[in-house]
């Protein structure tokens, strides 16, 4: 029976900070949490805050590496490199691509299912990409947008029976309602995103079955853009339908260059830390130098940059992809968006795990949880990761 106790830990829990405090973990779960006891040989931490390890649900890459390479050292490159920033759990996302890479991409989630190596535990798939609203594509290559049809949904959607699997698709494209109401009896979780849909087509998938957004205000219609098109009156899109519902999650890429903070803020009050996850959908230039880099697989995704801190076109006229990790996330939250600590920390962990309905297994320290933990200095810098009680090394 292996045993590790932290001791002197600041304790992040879903509702409170609790200073002084002792958490064991026993074969790879919390198995006590209690005030702060004299333990031999125990972790001591200082008084340093001890947090669930933060769980991701949009991320492509890292580390010089894209889940669309197409190999099981890619993904584990990436799942290395996100560990480090925290994150102990993640779903790969893939990109928009071909049909082969499509099936590859899953074909990996599937084989590297639960493998941590050091790494993030991978928990699911987000498969992104062929139900995407063509001119909502952003930095997405321009290669296959396909109609929903039993031919290619079954072929993607068979890993819901293993894993957690989420399928984003823009409301509007043929197809859509189809492909919604006949999966998500079977498991699979609809994402609407890339979209310029109208608030009425939202409303619809709703009703269909749809629960989440994808990156709130990124690659999504409202009243601005779809006034370019229509005439009066205006009306309300993508962005407003999702502040609208109450229905709906969804997430923000919070890494201080995609959203200012007023627009954080304005998340944050609107949705509120139980409907609001944080995400990076971060790209291969995580840990990085500056420079180009493709966005999706090496040799045939998009070619982009990375530059101040986020990936950028090549034009320098839009932002292509995030190039930071979820611990930076976590600090633009609380340090420049006012966010109190216990509800960023939440909306980088127990509100994600609760969207992909893996809530009572991690996201929370709780007893009887995996110990997937991240020690975080008062700067909120990572300094220990641990996954399912294993070490993954400091920082």
Known sequence: MAVTVFSNATLVLPDRVWPGATLAVTDGRISEIDQDLHVVDAIDLGGMYLAPGFVELHVHGGDGADFMDGTAEAFRTVCRCHARHGTTSLTPTSTVATGPQYDKFLNLCDELYGDVLGGARIVGSHFYGPYFARPARGCHPDQEFLVPNADNADRFTKLAAKMPLVVTVAPEIENAEWLVRTYAPRGVKFNAGHSHGTFSQVEAAVSWGVKHVDHLFCAMSDRARLRQTQAFPMRAGVL????????????????????????????????????????????????????????????????????????????????????????????????????????????????????????????????????????????????????????????
Not at 252 to 265: C, F, M, Q, S
Not at 310 to 337: E, I, N, P, Q
Not at 348 to 370: M, Y
Request: glycine share 12%; proline share 3%.
């Open 240 to 395: 407003e339908a999702t502040l609208y519902f109450d229905q709906l999650t969804t997430e923000v890429i919070a890494d201080g260059k995609h959203l200012a903070p007023e627009l954080l803020r304005l998340a944050y009050k609107a949705k509120g830390a139980d409907r609001l996850a944080l995400v990076t959908d971060s790209m291969r230039a995580v840990d990085m130098p500056d420079g180009e880099y493709w966005f999706g697989a090496e040799g045939s995704g998009e070619r982009v940059r990375k530059k101040d801190g986020v990936g950028v076109t090549l034009d320098g006229t839009a932002l292509a992809s995030c190039v930071m990790g979820m611990d930076h996330c976590l600090r633009t939250m609380h340090f420049a968006a006012g966010v109190p600590l216990v509800e960023a920390v939440r909306m980088a962990s127990l509100t994600p795990a609760r969207i992909l309905g893996l809530e009572t297994e991690i996201g929370s320290l709780e007893v009887g949880k995996r110990a997937d933990l991240v020690v975080l200095d008062h700067e909120l810098n990572v300094r220990q990761v641990y996954v399912g009680g294993a070490s993954i090394g400091g920082f």
